[in-house]
């Protein structure tokens, strides 16, 4: 059994991860951005994830774009990987797949990508492009991954589809290894795609029950493709000495929210499940609490002790869980103490649990 990898939300966008007035020690600039990166890889993360983001949402009104961020935090890190998120409908696919391969040779091998296929109309529009309906935001999302494939694969890539078409399109240099692909969204139309194209499927904050339905439902749908699908998961962790401080501070964050800034997220977002079939797209029942972090983290239980919180990452590894990516109150500090004392117990747990499975 493999080891679950941790990620850590880069906050290259302005008010951190949680839409509260509460002061936090979170800063969205590069030189913020480049201690944050070096402080996670120096404590046992994995990845880190760059947010895809051109116009103020839930009260970030300063954003720094992804794949730059990701060029520069490669030149500043020796081990991370570099997820950078990315809007099909915003981009070409084979610009950003020569995006990607140079971020790839730029930082030894360490590129992936998040492909977003996006829930905030105005970005769109005022760029002067066609919002489409929530479905043909996927088919264009899985055609944009079929696209980064064949560049990236084919000696020269020729696609037809219904939103993008190559002829005879090269692409050198390859990357220097398969750039792993991740998406998101809980919708009927958004686990086949992650089934038929993707290699990681994210899942908002959710309970554990909600997590091991989501990870069965999507796994039986890529095997149907002869495919396997990793999972991650969102939570925002909050590590204290004790249980009532970690408590203590998630209150303080939601009682302090920016009301009008999460009324406008909830405003934003409300449509995303309504327009899906099964009516339960991304952010169908989150509650008020829940959109305080804009990716229901608080839902995923990784708030208490260290040792609460390791248990809950044990949890979510026996369920099928094989990437926790981590949201932070007070960036520097948290990070460092997230890696140093939550990670160590996750390896310990890990191990006793690999020892458990040895024949006797």
Same mark, same amino acid.
């Given at each position: 059994?493999?080891?679950?990898?941790?990620?850590?939300?880069?906050?290259?966008?302005?008010?951190?991860?949680?839409?509260?007035?509460?002061?936090?020690?979170?800063?969205?600039? !590069?030189? &913020?951005?480049?201690?944050?990166?070096?402080?996670?890889? $120096?404590?046992? !993360?994995?990845? &880190?994830?760059?947010?895809?983001?051109?116009?103020?949402?839930?009260? +970030?009104?300063? $954003?720094?774009?992804?794949?730059?961020?990701?060029? +520069?935090? +490669?030149?500043?890190?020796?081990?991370?990987?570099?997820?950078? +998120?990315?809007?099909?409908?915003?981009?070409?696919?084979?610009?950003?797949?020569?995006?990607? &391969?140079?971020?790839?040779?730029?930082?030894?091998?360490?590129?992936?990508?998040?492909?977003?296929?996006?829930?905030?109309?105005?970005?769109?529009?005022?760029?002067?492009?066609?919002?489409?309906?929530?479905?043909?935001?996927?088919?264009?999302?899985?055609? !944009?991954?079929?696209?980064?494939?064949?560049?990236?694969?084919?000696?020269?890539?020729?696609?037809?589809?219904?939103?993008?078409?190559?002829?005879?399109?090269?692409?050198?240099?390859?990357?220097?290894?398969?750039?792993?692909?991740?998406? %998101?969204?809980?919708?009927?139309?958004?686990?086949?795609?992650?089934?038929?194209? #993707?290699?990681?499927?994210?899942?908002?904050?959710?309970?554990?029950?909600?997590?091991?339905?989501?990870?069965?439902?999507?796994?039986?749908?890529?095997?149907?493709?002869?495919?396997?699908?990793?999972?991650?998961?969102?939570?925002?962790? *909050?590590?204290?000495?004790?249980?009532?401080?970690? *408590?203590?501070?998630?209150?303080?964050?939601?009682?302090?929210?920016?009301?009008?800034?999460?009324?406008?997220?909830?405003?934003?977002?409300?449509? &995303?499940?309504?327009?899906?079939?099964?009516? $339960?797209?991304?952010?169908?029942?989150? #509650?008020?609490?829940?959109?305080?972090?804009?990716?229901?983290?608080?839902?995923?239980?990784?708030?208490?002790?260290?040792?609460?919180?390791?248990?809950?990452? *044990?949890?979510?590894?026996?369920? %099928?869980?094989?990437?926790?990516?981590? %949201?932070?109150?007070?960036?520097?500090?948290?990070?460092?103490?997230?890696?140093?004392?939550? *990670?160590?117990?996750?390896?310990?747990?890990?191990?006793?649990?690999?020892?458990?499975? $040895?024949?006797?």
């Amino acid at each position: 059994m493999t080891n679950v990898k941790f990620a850590y939300w880069v906050p290259n966008v302005s008010g951190g991860l949680v839409i509260s007035k509460l002061p936090q020690k979170t800063d969205w600039s !590069f030189a &913020a951005n480049k201690r944050y990166a070096q402080i996670a890889e $120096q404590n046992g !993360f994995e990845y &880190a994830l760059l947010q895809t983001r051109f116009f103020a949402s839930y009260g +970030a009104d300063k $954003q720094l774009e992804a794949i730059t961020l990701a060029s +520069a935090l +490669a030149s500043v890190t020796e081990k991370l990987n570099l997820i950078s +998120a990315v809007h099909p409908g915003l981009w070409h696919p084979g610009v950003y797949a020569k995006m990607l &391969a140079t971020l790839d040779h730029i930082s030894g091998g360490r590129a992936a990508v998040n492909v977003v296929s996006g829930w905030f109309k105005q970005e769109f529009i005022s760029y002067g492009e066609h919002w489409l309906d929530h479905d043909e935001r996927y088919r264009r999302s899985e055609e !944009f991954i079929r696209v980064l494939r064949a560049l990236w694969e084919e000696e020269q890539a020729t696609y037809r589809g219904d939103f993008y078409r190559l002829s005879d399109a090269p692409l050198k240099p390859k990357p220097e290894k398969q750039i792993p692909i991740f998406q %998101g969204g809980n919708s009927e139309v958004a686990r086949d795609m992650a089934a038929r194209v #993707s290699d990681y499927y994210f899942m908002n904050g959710n309970s554990l029950e909600g997590f091991q339905q989501q990870i069965q439902d999507v796994k039986a749908r890529a095997a149907k493709q002869n495919r396997d699908v990793k999972f991650a998961v969102n939570g925002f962790a *909050i590590v204290r000495d004790t249980e009532e401080e970690a *408590i203590t501070l998630l209150r303080d964050i939601v009682s302090h929210a920016d009301t009008e800034a999460v009324e406008g997220f909830r405003e934003s977002v409300k449509d &995303a499940g309504q327009a899906t079939r099964s009516k $339960q797209g991304m952010w169908s029942d989150s #509650s008020y609490k829940d959109l305080v972090q804009y990716n229901d983290g608080f839902k995923t239980g990784l708030i208490g002790t260290a040792e609460q919180v390791a248990e809950q990452i *044990i949890r979510l590894k026996q369920i %099928g869980v094989d990437l926790v990516l981590t %949201g932070h109150f007070h960036y520097e500090e948290d990070l460092e103490r997230f890696g140093r004392e939550v *990670i160590p117990l996750v390896r310990e747990k890990e191990a006793v649990l690999t020892n458990l499975k $040895q024949p006797i």
